[in-house]
Antibody, heavy 120, light 111 residues
């Protein structure tokens, strides 16, 4: 059974940093693109970033470029999101997600999410 | 990059059928999409991948009541024999080389 379990969320002050983790199991982790997707309170889904199987390609939504860094450790079956210079508008539930197919062809599994609150 | 447009809300009666629409932007009418369901207070759940031909592949455990179809730039999710647990937000997603995009979501109310 595919499982994605996020951790690391919490309350952080504006300008602060946080590192999210996602522990994966039930599939060959190194064979899939992975994404982070967020959802602000009462809003829709927003794709944040994704990373290729070997970490050689990474893409970001414009609003987080230069502030967030996605990474992965295939030996540990883990995905990460380093978030720096956090803003109030980054407040959201952050979901780890697996993308299907070799080229990353749509999300086919979701984690349960971790809440990040940016507030003073 | 592609843009996905969804109606903000829809409603239908218990036991009836409903067809939700996701429209791809100009120049992207051949794109595949995926449909996801988000029940209140829960994480999203993958429902299916749908291509421009109308062919679709559903996720594990998705009931037969859920089906997909396509026409031009429109991608549809049809839910038959509506149940109370189908009351949820439904999102479509698409992708290209450098980005992934979600539609704004449709809130489905089961009357």
């Amino acid at each position: 059974e595919v499982q994605l379990v996020e951790s690391g969320g919490g309350l952080v002050q504006p300008g602060g940093s946080l590192r999210l983790s996602c522990a994966a199991s039930g599939f060959t982790f190194s064979s899939y693109w992975l994404s982070w997707v967020r959802q602000a309170p009462g809003k829709g889904l927003e794709w944040v970033a994704n990373i290729k199987q070997d970490g050689s390609e990474k893409y970001y939504v414009d609003s987080v470029k230069g502030r967030f860094t996605i990474s992965r450790d295939n030996a540990k079956n883990s995905l990460y999101l380093q978030m720096n210079s956090l803003r109030a508008e980054d407040t959201a539930v952050y979901y780890c997600a697996r993308e299907s197919g070799y080229y990353g062809e749509g999300i086919d599994y979701w984690g349960q999410g971790t809440l990040v609150t940016v507030s003073s | 990059q592609p843009v996905l447009t969804q109606s903000s809300s829809a409603s239908a009666s218990l036991g009836s059928s409903v067809k939700l629409t996701c429209t791809l932007s100009s120049g992207h009418s051949s794109y595949f999409i995926t449909w996801h369901q988000q029940q209140p207070g829960k994480a999203p759940r993958y429902l299916m991948k749908l291509e421009g031909s109308g062919s679709y592949n559903k996720g594990s455990g998705v009931p037969d009541r859920f089906s997909g179809s396509s026409s031009g730039a429109d991608r549809y999710l049809t839910i038959s024999n509506l149940q109370s647990e189908d009351e949820a937000d439904y999102y479509c997603e698409t992708w290209d080389t450098y980005t992934r995009v979600f539609g704004g979501g449709t809130k489905l109310t089961v009357l």
